[in-house]
């Protein structure tokens, strides 16, 4: 079982990134998918959600109308779309995914907003 995390990096402010989580050794369409993310001296904080199904998303208020994330479950592949970047988002970005059963995390992908 894999959880990977990719297309984090160095961009400025008011730049884009968007991640992408791909799962192995297992199927996402049963998961709950989410993104967390942690920055220095700070504890880990949800950042987005989305149901097994699809259907529901949430989001830290932080994020909202910023953020969006998505899944495609033939890719098995989540994606977290970081529009108008600040500073405050700056921190290593984690993916996870839960079902009623099992919970699997990924190493993290680093994300630096700086001019």
């Known amino acids: 079982v894999q959880v990977v995390e990719s297309g984090g990096g160095l961009v400025q402010p008011g730049g884009s990134l968007r991640l992408s989580c791909a799962a192995s050794?297992?199927?996402?369409?049963?998961?709950?998918m989410s993104w967390y993310r942690q920055a220095p001296g700070k504890e880990r904080e949800l950042v987005a959600f989305?149901?097994?199904?699809?259907?529901?998303?949430n989001y830290a208020d932080s994020v909202k109308g910023r953020f969006t994330i998505s899944r495609d479950n033939a890719k098995n592949t989540v994606y977290l779309q970081m529009n108008s970047l600040k500073p405050e988002d700056t921190a290593v970005y984690y993916c996870?995914?839960?079902?009623?059963?099992?919970?699997?995390w990924g190493q993290g992908t680093q994300v630096t907003v700086s001019s």
């Open positions: 996870k995914a839960t079902s009623w059963q099992y919970i699997y």
């Open positions: 989305i149901s097994s199904a699809g259907g529901g998303t």
């Open positions: 050794g297992f199927t996402i369409s049963s998961y709950a």
